[in-house]
């Protein structure tokens, strides 16, 4: 059945290393997009797509790189310069048409730093 | 500058009666309106929203209430259930040069007791 994939469940994350968060959709969306959520705080994003080969930084871009090689994939890679990665990842994608604004969201990525 | 708050952390309600949780809004921008519920090592669900339109929309025991002129909006749940339970996020959406931003408020835990 239709959904959103996000591997690991969890990951660690040693100094200096950069770690890739995968997310595969099978909803034919379009849009995709990475939060990020901390403790007493809401869903922030990382960077989003909206077609294939394109993708636009959201407001807690730095540290962070992604891709979007395919429409189904949009891996997230937490590099070295994020000196505060652990946190809560999630990827979320949306449909078009009336439903255009609501986000389908996977189980998520919980990263810790060793 | 958050632009969607939910100062509730967290609030607790008898079985049977009725949870009301609130979120308030400073961007006279944002267009429509969710709700969003999760559970423990899940992603977010949609559960209901509204445009900036009407000012009620109703789905079984979940209605959501928008004042425009106040910038606040409020999801009731009646007659409450103990599996009703979770964090429930508010989100806000508005049109931007890279497609639809969703900004979310901190969420709000609901605890409903039997």
């Known amino acids: 059945d239709g959904g959103i994939t996000q591997s690991p469940k969890y990951l660690f994350r040693k100094e200096g290393q950069n770690v890739t968060l995968s997310c595969e959709q099978n909803?034919?969306?379009?849009?995709m997009y990475w939060y990020r959520q901390d403790p007493g705080q809401g869903l922030r994003l990382i960077y989003y797509?909206?077609?294939?080969?394109?993708?636009q930084k959201g407001d807690i871009a730095e540290g962070y790189s992604v891709s979007r090689e395919k429409k189904e994939s949009f891996p997230l890679t937490v590099t070295s310069a994020q000196k505060n990665p652990t946190a809560f990842y999630l990827c979320?994608?949306?449909?078009?048409?009336?439903?255009?604004?609501?986000?389908?969201f996977g189980a998520g990525t919980r990263l810790s730093v060793l | 500058d958050q632009q969607v708050k939910q100062n509730s952390p967290s609030l607790s309600v008898q079985e049977g009666r009725i949870s009301i949780l609130n979120c308030d809004y400073t961007?006279?921008?944002?267009?429509?309106f969710l709700w969003y519920k999760k559970y423990p090592a899940e992603g977010p669900t949609f559960l209901i929203s509204?445009?900036?339109?009407?000012d009620k929309n109703e789905d079984g025991r979940f209605t959501v209430f928008l004042n425009k002129s106040a910038k606040h909006l409020s999801l009731h749940i009646v007659p409450s259930q103990p599996g009703d339970s979770a964090v429930y996020f508010c989100?806000?959406?508005?049109?931007?040069?890279?497609?639809?931003?969703?900004?979310f408020g901190a969420g709000t835990r609901l605890f409903v007791k039997a």
């Open positions: 989100a806000a959406s508005a049109q931007d040069t890279g497609g639809f931003k969703t900004i």
């Open positions: 509204i445009s900036s339109i009407k």
């Open positions: 979320a994608s949306v449909s078009g048409g009336l439903a255009k604004n609501i986000q389908y």
């Open positions: 961007n006279s921008m944002f267009d429509y």
């Open positions: 797509s909206q077609i294939v080969n394109d993708f």
């Open positions: 909803l034919n969306h379009d849009a």
